[in-house]
């Protein structure tokens, strides 16, 4: 008897299932996990947990020291007394459980620290408790969010409960201009087919584009998988994923691809040469417009940074935008590398200088700027921002407006002062 | 604290839209603390739900409810929020709502068959949700065995320790 064709989602959960039996689309099983994020609720909630169940003494132990990874990114630098206090306790904590990959000195995003130190392979289920662990499958492994709840059972087991999603699968075709576009891409589908277009499903990307796409715009779309619902969202491995993973893992994986004749719930086809550039309006993912319908909207900030476009191509491209030009009088235009290491190759590429010169800031890297730590608004102001979220109040005032949109439209957004279709700043785009 | 899946839960409709984000239920970047978050919660959508809600009332919403981050709900649990009723549900926050043990229910349909402030009945045992003024009722989606259980240990911490105790009463656990 041969073997079903599998999905890729199919294929992840069928290798990873204790009881070894090959799983469908909408099955439950129980899984074997290969590595845990775990960032900074990694003490309180998790201590308070262990002791309501029974665990008197908290956590008793961990499942595997080394499969455990502790990034401190949310609240570092410490912003206050109290989360200092925490940081303190967490120290404790991994202190106390022996784990070894330990990360809270550093400034960065965990899921972009992940990626840097190689602490996830092609093939693997990697959970996080952070929705966003769904951007390792632009590495092709099984990243994905979970409940702080799941990650106390996980610390304990190395196992996890899973129902199997179905798989849908988004062909890209058509050429990559000069400037990074997946923000677009997946702004456009939300708009298209709503935000919850993926809800519980895994996102496949294939097509002609995806080859020309660089890592960096992988992980911006795989990490906005969240943002249409989906449980998983991968990449196929290619020389690309191998390159980049080069140097930062000696570890030996096995990639996913899907087999010939997996069956998909369903099929989404874009032409990224068809496609305007695209905004999401407040306060939803899903509210998007073309860029011209918005254009001429005021703002007061623009910012690019988060999990989603804090990477070298997103600052790249605002350092070549500004180039020996001024943001616009009044603007405040906030960039924020998503590691260190991102910074480091920021600045080593001279950007950091052109983004100065220009009149951008250029803050630590972390979690900051796409929440209301770094940059809060006040009532009736306007934000454009290369960042995950527009959710109402999610930077300060719930009356202030937040637009998402690419790295280059923000960027145009800052120069003009106003929301712009990018073509009519720059030219030769 | 288990939950019971077989008890008929009955209480004022509060109703929403879709895609009600995390942000909004668990405001926590703002308010940090569970005393700020109860008086905070949903205020986006409706500045009155946290002044006005009662222990016992059910929050009724559309397709997507808990998109965003992987923040739990437990301030609605802590207002007085007897049950969730949702035409769909984020995975985050169903996974989120299971692994505390927080009554969550997916019921397509749900938001065509009660108004705000009328009265809701969720008979999961029965398998229906039901508006007892109109006679209107739709299927409550049915969890499998594995959850139900999780429901009734009070939720996956609580099921981890039980775990942890029947392999240390076998002697297994090799490692402290
Ligand atoms: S950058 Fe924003 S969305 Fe990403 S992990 Fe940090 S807070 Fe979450």
């Known amino acids: 008897m041969s073997a079903a064709a599998q999905t890729m989602a199919e294929k992840l959960l069928t290798r990873h299932n204790l009881t070894a039996k090959p799983v469908r689309a ?59 206090d925490e940081n303190a306790l967490i120290r404790r904590e991994v202190g106390r459980l022996g784990i070894r990959c330990f990360h809270d000195a550093e400034p960065g995003i965990s899921h972009q620290m992940m990626a840097d130190y190689g602490l996830m392979r092609p093939g693997e289920l990697v959970v996080g ?15 994905t969010g979970i409940s ?17 999603p179905p798989s849908i699968k988004v062909v890209l075709d058509g050429r990559q201009p000069k400037y990074p576009i997946a923000k677009d891409i997946i702004l456009y589908l939300a708009g298209q087919y ?56 000696d570890k030996s994986y096995e990639p996913l691809a ?29 509210n998007v417009a073309p860029v011209d319908e918005v254009a001429g909207t005021k703002i007061h900030q623009a910012q690019i940074g988060s999990c989603a476009n804090g990477r070298y191509e997103d600052i790249e491209i605002a350092a070549r935008v500004l180039a020996g030009r001024k943001v616009a009088k009044g603007v405040r235009f906030i960039i924020s590398p998503a590691s260190q290491q991102v910074y480091l190759r920021c600045v080593k590429a001279g950007l950091v200088e052109t983004l100065l010169e220009a009149g951008a800031q250029v803050v630590t890297p972390g979690c900051g700027v796409c929440q209301p730590r770094v940059g809060f608004m006040s009532d009736g102001e306007v934000c454009i921002t290369a960042t995950t979220r527009n959710f109402k109040g999610r930077k300060g005032s719930l009356n202030a407006e937040i637009y998402l949109g690419g790295p280059l439209t923000v960027a145009a957004a800052a120069l003009a002062g106003e929301i712009v279709n990018p073509r009519k700043v720059i030219h030769g785009l | 604290m288990g939950f019971d899946l077989n008890r008929v839960i009955r209480g004022r409709v509060w109703k929403f839209g879709d895609s009600i984000e995390t942000d909004a239920i668990n405001p926590y970047y703002r308010y940090p603390t569970m005393e700020e978050l109860k008086q905070h919660t949903m205020e986006a959508y409706r500045p009155e739900f946290p002044l006005q809600v009662k222990s016992g009332d059910i929050m009724v919403a559309g397709r997507n409810f808990g998109c965003g981050s992987s923040r739990p709900g437990l301030v609605l649990r802590e207002v007085g929020v007897a049950a969730i009723v949702a035409e769909s549900v984020s995975r985050l926050f169903l996974r989120n709502s299971i692994s505390r043990a927080i009554p969550i229910f997916v019921a397509p349909g749900v938001t065509g068959i009660v108004e705000d402030g009328e009265t809701l009945e969720v008979d999961y045992p029965q398998g229906v949700v039901h508006n007892p003024a109109s006679g209107k009722s739709v299927t409550v989606r049915k969890f499998p065995p594995m959850i139900e259980q999780i429901f009734e240990c009070g939720g996956l911490p609580e099921f981890a320790r039980e775990r942890y105790l029947r392999e240390a009463a076998l002697g297994k656990r090799p490692k402290a």
């Not at chain 1, 996980?154 to 996890?160: D, S």
Request: proline share 6%; glycine share 10%; aromatic share 10%.
């Open chain 1, 258 to 286: 899907p087999d010939p004749g997996a069956e998909y719930e369903k099929e989404i086809r874009l032409n990224v040469d068809e496609m305007p550039f695209v905004v999401a309006k407040p306060h939803q993912f899903g």
């Open chain 1, 194 to 249: 709503g935000d919850d277009f993926a809800g519980s499903m895994s996102i496949e990307y294939s097509g002609s584009l995806v080859p020309k796409l660089s890592i960096d715009s992988r992980m911006c779309l795989s990490a906005h998988g969240v943002e249409v619902g989906a449980k998983f969202a991968m990449f196929p491995e290619d020389e690309k994923t191998r390159a980049f993973l080069r140097g930062r893992t």
């Open chain 1, 129 to 143: 408790n952070d929705s966003h662990t769904i951007s390792y499958g632009a590495l092709n492994a099984g990243g």
């Open chain 1, 148 to 164: 702080r709840a799941d990650m106390f059972y996980v610390l304990l087991y190395g196992e996890l409960w899973f129902q199997v």
């Open chain 1, 26 to 84: 909408g099955d439950f099983l129980e899984a074997r996990i290969d590595g845990a994020m775990c960032h900074y609720h990694a003490s309180d909630p998790l201590h308070e947990m262990a002791v309501q169940s029974g665990f008197k003494e908290g956590l008793p132990r961990v499942w595997d020291p080394d499969r455990i990874f502790v990034l401190v990114d949310h609240h570092q630098p410490a912003l206050s007394q109290k989360l200092a």
